[in-house]
């Protein structure tokens, strides 16, 4: 598990790639940009996703965005880290909810040759962060991909698709505009995250109130995802979880972290309003509960990585049930049968 400190990432920029990028400008397809407050008719609308919207393009306008850019980035970089370790070159890449390209500024144009940034946020789209890749940005919603069929080698998403109503459809389209043996890799946060602020917010808003609201979204469980990527129709699955751990100096800047990010809460049910006092409750409860030995308080962001192949006849495949020449039964025996190998030699 990482541990950062917010101290100390409030005023850190990653370094910008030498070569300036060369954006080819801002395309918005009709059909990429869902209509305010639509969804799939199979899915359960959760999110507003109008308001989603709006708390992107406020956080890209701030003066100093990268001032909250320190999570974004180091996920981004995990990403590019696992785009590497493929052994092959993407002519034409996706990345789905890019915010400011957090993604394409860790990578280099040998392995990626032209990027095509999507996000539902034009503010986002219009002050990316310096890459030496060519890319195109499309203003578009992560459930309204406006791609035809087999177009990309790689689809990229991190710290998106938590935010969308449908995410079986999400994940749908990302398939559906793969090319054959083209390949997926993102990370969404996952269960865990922020349950310090949860249980802080939850405790004091009973005990003030009489009762609490979410102020916390929900977020996918693990055991889930492999099913949905597997249901979507990707094959040779990876997922995995790692932990990110943020220590804040205190509760209200942990929460302006989140709304500079982005971040904030947009669940329909929200509660519109937090009393003062319950809010002082919340900061009290969570440094009881929580606080570091320096005075800090940690706040916890658990990040699910996922990994799947669209489907090609070249890529590898499991044999046919009954082909096998030894049982497992037998396995315990291979060590016996190595040696009297080696004797006989």
Known sequence: M?????????????????????????????????????ASPRALNIFDRDLKRKQKNWAARQPEPMKFDYLKDEVGSRIADRVYDIARNFPLALDVGCGRGYIAQHLNKETVGKFF??????????????????????????????????TF????SSLSLHWVNDL?????QIHYVLKPDGVFIGAMFGGDTLYELRCS????????????????????????????????GFNTLTVDTDEIQVNYPGMFELMEDLQ??????????????????????????????????????????????????????????????????????????????????????
Not at 7 to 34: C, D, E, M, T
Not at 153 to 156: E, N, T
């Open 117 to 150: 940034q999507a996000d539902i946020a034009e503010n986002a789209l219009k002050n990316t962060l310096e890459m030496e890749i060519p890319t195109v940005s499309v203003l578009a919603d992560e459930e309204f991909l406006p791609f035809r069929e087999n």
């Open 201 to 232: 917010l939850q405790l004091a808003e009973t005990e003030r109130e009489g009762g609490f609201s979410p102020h916390v979204s929900p977020f996918t469980a693990v055991n889930d995802l492999g099913h949905l990527l597997g249901r979507a």
């Open 260 to 345: 500079g990010m982005g971040e904030s809460n947009c669940a329909w049910n929200r509660k519109a309003l937090l009393h003062r006092d319950t809010m002082l409750a919340a900061a009290a409860v969570y440094g009881e509960m929580y606080r570091n030995e320096d005075g800090s308080i940690p706040a916890t962001y658990q990040i699910y990585y996922m990994i799947g192949w669209k489907y090609h006849e070249s890529q590898a495949r499991p044999a046919e049930r009954g082909s096998a020449t030894v049982s497992f039964g037998e396995l315990g025996k291979i060590n016996n049968l190595m040696s009297q190998g080696k004797k006989s030699q």
């Open 153 to 156: 080698d790689l689809v990229v």
């Open 2 to 38: 990482l541990r950062l400190t917010r101290f100390s990432l409030l005023g850190w920029r990653p370094p910008a790639a030498r070569i300036p990028a060369k954006n080819l400008g801002l395309r918005k397809a009709a059909s990429g940009v869902s209509p305010s407050g639509s």
């Open 168 to 172: 079986p459809r999400a994940l749908e």
